[in-house]
């Protein structure tokens, strides 16, 4: 099915820097959802947005719902060795269906 | 709150037997349950769809016979992948849409299953 652009598909960090990933689409979603996956887990819902222009945070995450609502970006402030993992991006249509990313594989040197 | 729960956790089956799948909501209703299944390193890929008391609505190319789900009540779904075969050797997440926030789904921890 349809996928959103995930950005970047992985990335190496050091510990303690920021962390930025977005998601884009061709297509206007109502809500933006923030997972992260952990391997042989299933994704934990990290954040979730609703409205247009949206910031919430949660903790040292903070995501944004673009103004457009064809985009959505997730940072991660002050990562450690835990934020190891997989974070995907969903966008939810009208017809409550989850679109998912392709994910960011994100890897931290400790 | 919003906890998903899945049984078995892994399973490694025989060519030709079934295996069912059980995702249950813990903590809330689920008019809503989706099954997924995930190759390595790959994302989540939508199987279908199920709705409590109705028929599943299954993703294009998935083979409704092959991979039966059932809805029986606002807290469990199955899957039972039938006839398996090594190819259907993979990771399937089960999630569910809480009743009150539709909005947000909640995902199991996954059952991976292994077909010899």
């Known amino acids: 099915g349809q996928q959103l652009n995930q950005s970047p598909q992985s990335m190496f960090i050091q510990e303690g820097e920021d962390v930025s990933m977005n998601c884009t689409s061709s297509?206007?979603?109502?809500?933006w959802l923030w997972y992260k996956q952990d391997p042989g887990e299933g994704p934990v819902l990290l954040i979730a947005l609703y409205k247009a222009g949206e910031l919430t945070s949660n903790g040292r995450l903070t995501a944004q719902f673009g103004i457009t609502r064809k985009d959505s970006f997730l940072n991660i402030s002050a990562s450690i060795p835990s934020d190891v993992g997989i974070y995907f991006c969903?966008?939810?249509?009208?017809?409550?269906?989850?679109?998912f990313g392709g994910g960011t594989r994100l890897m931290v040197k400790p | 709150g919003a906890v998903v729960s899945q049984h078995p956790s892994w399973v490694i089956c025989k060519s030709g037997t079934s295996v069912k799948i059980e995702c249950r909501s813990l903590?809330?209703?689920?008019?809503?349950m989706f099954w997924y299944r995930q190759f390595p390193k790959q994302s989540l890929m939508l199987m279908a769809t199920?709705?409590?008391?109705?028929?599943?609505?299954?993703e294009q190319g998935v083979e409704k016979d092959k991979f039966l789900i059932n809805h029986a009540s606002l807290t469990l779904s199955t899957l039972t992948v039938t006839s398996a075969h090594p190819e259907d050797s993979s990771f399937y997440i089960c999630?569910?849409?809480?009743?009150?926030?539709?909005?947000?789904?909640?995902f199991g921890p996954g059952t991976r299953l292994t077909v010899t």
């Open positions: 199920s709705n409590e008391g109705s028929k599943a609505t299954y």
């Open positions: 969903a966008g939810n249509n009208a017809g409550n269906m989850l679109t």
């Open positions: 903590d809330f209703q689920a008019t809503t």
């Open positions: 297509s206007i979603f109502n809500t």
């Open positions: 999630s569910a849409r809480h009743r009150g926030r539709s909005y947000e789904q909640y």
